[in-house]
């Protein structure tokens, strides 16, 4: 098969979740013997034109002169009505909203579009309502116009089904395995190992940053809470100005998968926050890393963690549990399942297998119309 695989900031992966898909599907998918192109913005610091045997494919992007929000609908638009020309047997779209215009309005006839449309966009509390309705409407179309739908979680399968009335295939993130854990790192960051709770998230108010928060600064932990991820923004200065003096410490974005694997792994509680849907790589790395798990309570993250984690609704609850030394019982329990699943259901070369099936059976479809 020739693959094409559209929306994400280029491999090797810097950046996130989607990024980790690309890279490690594509690769995967190559050393199966399909013809795999990932498509790249010119400001990817990668500059060969192949990555382990993936073809790459630049584009411009705009962003550094429009900002992130309106460049990546001007990147999408280049990516995909360059590929819409080639012969490629697969589109796959990673991310619905930015990409819909293209899906929408460039002819790609003859061309399969499979897209998975990641989490709901139009919920994120940082738009306003006015986004939020275009952002909506752009989810709408954009479903319309794909050829197939991949959803990265059950809830999201769902939600496809009773919103637009369409079938979506599941097929979740992957994770890596822990590598052997050692704890050196930890003095560079100040912190002892079971001595802090943690969250590694970009700060934005979908994730209840706040609620986490206000739970922890009620609760009777006098332990440090860690927080990873950017806090160079709007937001993140609004959070710590806040929350200053309160025991809850920035350590802005840390890129280095070892130190963050070891962090995850020593920490005494990791508290999830993510509530806008999809199957969070944040929460399968955690998961991997053997984290003792307390998420927020919504469908997503229940379908991942099931009954191996504690929920919070609000900051009295996550207090609630904080204070609660009972809950440690639970922690090899939970961890050596959540680990269990990693290996069995989440580990790359699974879900790899998986895309590849899917794609053979659009394929296979396909030929008998």
Excluded at 54 to 68: A, D, E, H, T
Aim: some cysteine.
């Amino acid at each position: 098969m020739k693959i094409a695989i559209l929306g994400t900031r280029g491999i090797p992966n810097n950046y996130g979740g989607f990024e980790q898909c690309a890279e490690y599907l594509s690769v995967g998918l190559t050393k199966k013997g399909h013809k795999v192109t990932v498509y790249s913005p010119d400001f990817h610091p990668y500059k060969d034109d192949e990555y382990k045997g993936v073809k790459i494919i630049r584009k411009s992007s705009p962003q550094q002169y429009l900002g992130s929000s309106v460049s990546n609908f001007l990147y999408d638009y280049y990516c995909f009505k360059d590929a819409a020309k080639k012969d490629f047997d697969i589109i796959l779209e990673l991310g619905l909203i930015t990409a819909s215009l293209s899906i929408i309005f460039i002819n790609h006839r003859n061309k399969i579009v499979a897209t998975n449309i990641d989490g709901l966009e139009w919920k994120r509390l940082k738009w306003s309502g006015f986004v939020q309705k275009i952002t909506k409407a752009l989810e709408k179309y954009g479903i319309k116009h794909s050829d197939y739908l991949i959803a990265d979680n059950i809830g999201i399968q769902e939600y496809i089904r009773q919103e637009y009335g369409r079938n979506s295939k599941y097929i979740s993130y992957g994770a890596v395995e822990n590598l052997t854990p050692n704890p050196n790192c930890l003095s560079f960051y100040e912190i002892i190992q079971k001595e802090y709770l943690l969250t590694i998230a970009r700060l934005e108010p979908e994730n209840n940053l706040e609620i986490m928060f206000d739970g922890y600064i009620k609760s009777n932990c006098t332990i440090p809470y860690i927080i990873v991820g950017n806090h160079l923004t709007e937001y993140g200065d609004f959070l710590k100005d806040k929350y200053r003096n309160t025991g809850i410490k920035f350590l802005g974005g840390i890129y280095n998968k070892v130190d963050l694997d070891n962090l995850r792994h020593y920490s005494k509680f990791y508290l999830h926050g993510h509530s806008v849907g999809g199957t969070n790589p944040a929460l399968l790395e955690a998961m991997a890393a053997s984290c003792f798990i307390i998420a927020h309570n919504n469908q997503f993250n229940k379908s991942v963690l099931e009954d191996n984690s504690f929920y919070f609704d609000d900051a009295n609850t996550l207090t609630n549990l904080l204070n609660n030394n009972a809950l440690l019982e639970k922690k090899n329990q939970y961890t050596s399942n959540n680990l269990n699943k990693i290996k069995k259901v989440y580990a790359w070369e699974n879900i790899v297998n998986q895309y590849e099936s899917y794609f053979k059976t659009i394929l296979d479809s396909q030929k008998r119309r």
